[in-house]
């Protein structure tokens, strides 16, 4: 009888270890020609737990410019409920020699387990007064926006990424501003330039 | 010896207790928001068998709608939490971390980041009192605006946290007040969820 109870339990402990989160944020990430600069990153254990990274200000001259960068994310691993969130914000954004800017960018990435389902989203993903080739971008931006950055490149606006087999894993990235570098001459990319960027995943 | 160290002791107390006076003070000129001095709450909620996560975004300042607010307004807050109780149940104390966010510039300091300590955790004693699905947690921080303040020690309680259903956006809601600054709302990003104690946060 004792051995089935320590059976069980031994099962039990096993299907709550199996399950894991991840999530991930970071306010910029510039690579110019192999050269790599970050803002602090905040990296959930697969355990779950918290953790955040700040900035006051950030700044790689012709690439990106940002004030009061904030990352944070959390989660936890149940077998009853088990998620993740992460959100990444940063302000006074200026991309690409200004070819992009916003007030307020800010990523939202969710994934979770409830009892019977789980799913991923990155609602509440946004711009703040997004400015594009000096026009205004007064409308929520659809995921995966494509936009020319003449002498640039081209940026991706509102990148989202979901991963995960939707049964038992389920996972999402958003990358709000994912500046490309090209060459003018080859068109080959020369680097890139990611602002706001949010992952988050559960799997069991 | 012993006399020698106890003064010792002694003196090291009184200087601790100056400095930490001292601090107070630097932190208690800070307008609209309240800094040091106070102890948040910890009365009213009932010992909680459970634990808190959660992220996201709120902008609507009711539990009416979570629509996002206009781009010019800037009216919104993000934030990330893990929170839960740490003993045995009373005393209602607890453990964790908050974050949390507000951009509008017509707030305190012109907007703020907020980096909380968690030191309680209980049930809920506002209008969602007896919810189940809520928990109740607070403590203190550290206010930095965006106008350059900084002011430490600053009281916090998240008056309710509340994990309604999955998705969290649309669901679940939750209250904040640091100092005398309040916010509260459903989520329009971001989720919460209530946990089991024995997970490991």
């Not at chain 1, 711009?127 to 081209?154: E, I, K, M, R, S």
């Not at chain 1, 991963?163 to 999402?172: A, F, L």
């Not at chain 2, 998705?167 to 971001?190: E, M, Q």
Request: charge should be negative.
């Amino acid at each position: 009888m004792a051995l089935k109870i320590l059976s069980a339990l031994t099962l039990l402990a096993g299907a709550v270890q199996a399950q894991s989160v991840t999530g991930n944020a970071f306010g910029t990430y510039v690579n110019v020609a192999g050269i790599v600069s970050q803002s602090p990153v905040a990296s959930l254990p697969s355990t779950g737990g918290m953790a955040t990274g700040q900035a006051d200000a950030f700044s790689v001259a012709g690439a990106v410019d940002g004030r009061w960068l904030n990352a944070v994310t959390t989660g936890a691993v149940d077998n009853k409920k088990t998620g993740a969130q992460s959100t990444s914000e940063v302000e006074n954004v200026s991309a690409a020699g200004g070819a992009i800017t916003a007030d307020i960018v800010t990523a939202v990435a969710t994934s979770y387990f409830g009892q019977f389902t789980g799913g991923n989203d990155a609602t509440g993903s946004g711009f703040t007064n997004l400015v594009v080739n000096g026009v205004p971008v007064t409308t929520d931006v659809a995921p995966n926006t494509q936009v020319a950055l003449p002498g640039v490149g081209y940026a991706v606006l509102n990148e989202q990424v979901p991963s995960g087999d939707g049964v038992t894993s389920w996972g999402m990235t958003v990358n709000m501003i994912h500046v490309v570098l090209q060459d003018a001459l080859t068109g080959l990319t020369t680097g890139e330039v990611i602002i706001g960027s949010a992952s988050s995943s559960v799997s069991r | 010896m012993n006399k020698g160290r106890h003064l010792s002791l002694a003196l090291g107390a009184i200087a601790a207790i100056l400095v930490a006076v001292a601090c107070q003070d630097t932190a208690s000129s800070p307008g609209s928001i309240t800094a040091g001095g106070f102890p948040p709450p910890k009365g009213g909620g009932g010992c909680a068998n459970f634990r808190l996560t959660g992220g996201g975004r709120i902008d609507q300042r009711d539990h009416l709608g979570f629509a996002k607010s206009t781009p010019e307004s800037h009216d919104f807050a993000t934030f990330g939490f893990q929170a839960r109780p740490t003993s045995a149940c009373p005393p209602t104390d607890g453990s964790g971390n908050l974050e949390w966010q507000e951009h509008n510039p017509a707030e305190f300091g012109g907007g703020f980041s907020f980096h909380g300590t968690v030191t309680f955790f209980t049930t809920t004693n506002d209008e969602t009192a007896g919810d189940s699905r809520c928990g109740r947690f607070g403590g203190f921080g550290r206010v930095k605006t965006r106008d350059g303040q900084t002011f430490d020690n600053v009281p916090f309680e998240v008056r309710h946290a509340c994990d309604v259903d999955e998705p969290g956006v649309g669901n679940d809601h939750i209250a904040i007040t640091i100092g005398v600054y309040s916010r509260h709302g459903i989520l329009s990003g971001g989720n919460i969820q209530q946990h089991r104690l024995t997970g490991n946060i």
